[in-house]
């Protein structure tokens, strides 16, 4: 037999009696107070604390709204139908709302098994959206979801808003037709870029793809300053952990463990960071960081925190070295940086702590603390600045745009940068909430600059 025990990852974010059960959403009757039925969620009944979930959100992301009140005259996406996945949140549920108020029909499903909040997919539910998506799916699920994104009857998706690249790589795998006659791809993850990267450079990207995750606004403010906020908030609710003076670990140098970095040190933690990139370890040296290789650290540190969007950061090797008590977690999107499935055996044991908190105990008494079985912390354990989402959603819903609208021809079969005009509206909409009042050249300051004093201001190999 078994020593191990497995943890029960958690059902729902919104607790309830009926939702703790073990009967899974697809063997549930579906249905809304409209006699609508092509969902699957855990509970209809938690649609109205959804909605004003969604209304708080709509709060603090002033541009978006804004973008939905300037275009939803004109329907810039009437026509377009779009298959989504990415984490159903409060925004993420702003972003649908409004692509379907600039015209588009959607079908949806989550990117992240943990990540889903529960009551946000009930509200889009009983607003009449195709929503397929619960906290704690099992892998097999995961799946299913994606699916049932992609076939329906009538429903031909000629768009795809991808995060993390699962959706992508399924139609391709199983639906080339449907591929084929598709007019672009939207993708926000480090992750998703670079397998998308991966099939344009091998021939199989038959349509184009915008890569959103590298436009300036992704970058620094959903990677940075959102991970600077969102990776302490994270760690607060599941381990209750003081930073002042614990040895933090954070591997990658990015912009994620720039803003990990960041915060960390602002609550007096000691940080190290380990890196593959002179560049990114330079800044990091520049930035009063150790720079140091993992094996250095490994049976000191207390928390270690992976955000490179590699594969096998962390391995059972040195979680073995680990000491006691250490906590270990990931702020990258996938949830290959650390090697979970090496911990599946069976000298140890797992002991379910609190939702998505688990002990993993080895036969000597000795017990890491993992969180959210290693895929993303923040939004599987907290919640993200809605703020920020403004900017990056608002971000996809421009590039869903140009990419449905852009005449034949514009876009070839390869992935794309968002145009910097974009990224600088994008930033421009926001600024009014901080009552910021940008400066304007005079013709003469232009000229001698060589810019249209609308823009764009700086050139695509500016370093922002």
Same mark, same amino acid.
């Given at each position: 037999?078994?020593?191990?025990?497995? @943890?029960?990852?958690?059902?729902?974010?919104?607790? =309830? @009696?009926?939702?703790?059960?073990?009967?899974? !959403? $697809?063997?549930?009757?579906?249905?809304?107070?409209? /006699?609508?039925?092509?969902?699957?969620?855990?509970?209809?009944?938690?649609?109205?604390?959804?909605?004003?979930?969604?209304?708080?959100?709509?709060?603090?992301?002033?541009?978006?709204?804004?973008?939905?009140? $300037?275009?939803?005259?004109?329907?810039?996406?009437?026509?377009?139908?779009?298959?989504?996945?990415?984490?159903?949140?409060?925004?993420?549920?702003?972003? *649908?709302?409004?692509?379907?108020?600039?015209?588009?029909?959607?079908?949806?499903?989550?990117?992240?098994?943990?990540?889903?909040?529960?009551?946000?997919?009930?509200?889009?539910?009983?607003?009449?959206?195709?929503?397929?998506?619960?906290?704690?799916?099992?892998?097999?699920?995961?799946?299913?979801?994606?699916?049932?994104? *992609?076939?329906?009857?009538?429903?031909?998706?000629?768009?795809?808003?991808?995060?993390?690249?699962d959706l992508t790589h399924s139609i391709i795998k199983k639906y080339q037709t449907i591929f084929r006659g598709m007019?672009?791809? %939207?993708?926000?993850?480090?992750?998703?870029? #670079? $397998?998308?990267?991966?099939?344009?450079?091998?021939?199989?990207?038959?349509?184009?793809?915008?890569?959103?995750?590298? +436009?300036?606004?992704?970058?620094?403010?959903?990677?940075?300053?959102?991970? $600077?906020?969102? %990776?302490?908030?994270?760690?607060?609710?599941?381990?209750?952990?003081?930073?002042? /003076?614990?040895? %933090?670990?954070?591997?990658?140098?990015?912009?994620?463990?720039?803003?990990?970095?960041?915060? &960390?040190?602002?609550?007096?933690?000691?940080?190290?960071?380990t890196e593959i990139d002179p560049i990114c370890a330079l800044q990091a040296c520049m930035d009063g960081i150790r720079?140091?290789?993992?094996?250095?650290?490994?049976?000191?540190?207390?928390?270690?925190?992976?955000?490179? /969007?590699?594969?096998?950061?962390?391995?059972?090797?040195?979680?073995?070295?680990?000491?006691?008590?250490?906590?270990?977690?990931?702020?990258? #999107?996938?949830?290959?940086?650390?090697?979970?499935?090496?911990?599946?055996?069976?000298?140890?044991?797992?002991?379910?702590?609190? =939702?998505? %908190?688990?002990?993993?105990?080895?036969?000597?008494?000795?017990?890491?603390?993992?969180?959210?079985?290693?895929? &993303?912390?923040?939004? +599987?354990?907290?919640?993200?600045?809605?703020?920020?989402? =403004?900017?990056? #959603?608002?971000?996809?819903?421009?590039?869903?745009?140009?990419?449905?609208?852009? !005449?034949?021809?514009?876009?070839?079969?390869?992935?794309?940068?968002?145009?910097?005009?974009?990224?600088?509206?994008?930033? +421009? &909409? #926001?600024?009014?909430?901080?009552?910021?009042? &940008?400066?304007?050249?005079?013709?003469?300051?232009?000229?001698?600059?060589?810019?249209?004093?609308?823009? !764009?201001?700086? !050139?695509?190999?500016?370093?922002?």
């Amino acid at each position: 037999t078994l020593s191990r025990e497995f @943890s029960t990852t958690s059902t729902a974010s919104y607790s =309830s @009696s009926d939702e703790e059960d073990d009967i899974s !959403p $697809r063997e549930r009757p579906q249905v809304n107070s409209k /006699g609508f039925t092509d969902f699957c969620i855990r509970n209809i009944k938690h649609a109205d604390f959804g909605r004003r979930e969604i209304e708080i959100a709509e709060q603090e992301m002033p541009a978006l709204m804004d973008l939905r009140k $300037r275009a939803q005259g004109d329907k810039p996406l009437n026509g377009a139908k779009v298959v989504g996945c990415t984490h159903i949140s409060a925004q993420s549920a702003v972003l *649908i709302e409004t692509l379907s108020q600039l015209g588009a029909k959607v079908r949806w499903c989550c990117c992240n098994i943990y990540s889903t909040q529960n009551e946000v997919a009930a509200a889009l539910a009983e607003a009449g959206y195709s929503i397929f998506a619960w906290k704690g799916q099992e892998e097999e699920d995961f799946w299913w979801c994606i699916e049932k994104c *992609i076939t329906a009857d009538g429903w031909h998706p000629n768009m795809i808003l991808d995060d993390g690249g699962d959706l992508t790589h399924s139609i391709i795998k199983k639906y080339q037709t449907i591929f084929r006659g598709m007019k672009g791809i %939207v993708e926000e993850s480090v992750t998703g870029v #670079h $397998r998308l990267y991966q099939l344009a450079k091998t021939g199989k990207l038959s349509i184009p793809a915008m890569n959103v995750n590298d +436009s300036v606004t992704k970058q620094k403010f959903d990677n940075l300053y959102s991970c $600077r906020e969102s %990776v302490l908030d994270g760690l607060k609710r599941t381990t209750d952990i003081m930073f002042g /003076g614990k040895q %933090v670990v954070v591997c990658g140098y990015g912009e994620v463990g720039k803003g990990c970095c960041s915060a &960390l040190k602002g609550l007096g933690s000691v940080v190290y960071v380990t890196e593959i990139d002179p560049i990114c370890a330079l800044q990091a040296c520049m930035d009063g960081i150790r720079v140091v290789r993992f094996h250095e650290v490994v049976k000191t540190a207390d928390i270690f925190i992976t955000c490179s /969007g590699n594969k096998n950061v962390i391995t059972r090797d040195s979680l073995d070295k680990m000491k006691n008590g250490a906590i270990v977690c990931n702020m990258g #999107h996938s949830n290959t940086e650390i090697d979970v499935a090496s911990l599946k055996t069976n000298d140890l044991t797992w002991e379910k702590v609190r =939702s998505q %908190v688990d002990h993993v105990i080895w036969p000597d008494g000795k017990r890491i603390v993992l969180l959210a079985e290693g895929r &993303l912390l923040n939004l +599987s354990c907290s919640t993200v600045p809605s703020f920020v989402l =403004s900017i990056t #959603h608002c971000t996809q819903a421009l590039a869903l745009i140009e990419l449905f609208n852009a !005449p034949e021809g514009r876009y070839k079969q390869d992935v794309y940068l968002l145009p910097k005009k974009m990224d600088e509206y994008v930033a +421009s &909409l #926001h600024l009014a909430t901080f009552d910021a009042h &940008l400066t304007e050249l005079t013709d003469d300051q232009a000229k001698y600059l060589g810019l249209n004093k609308s823009g !764009p201001f700086k !050139p695509n190999y500016y370093r922002y």
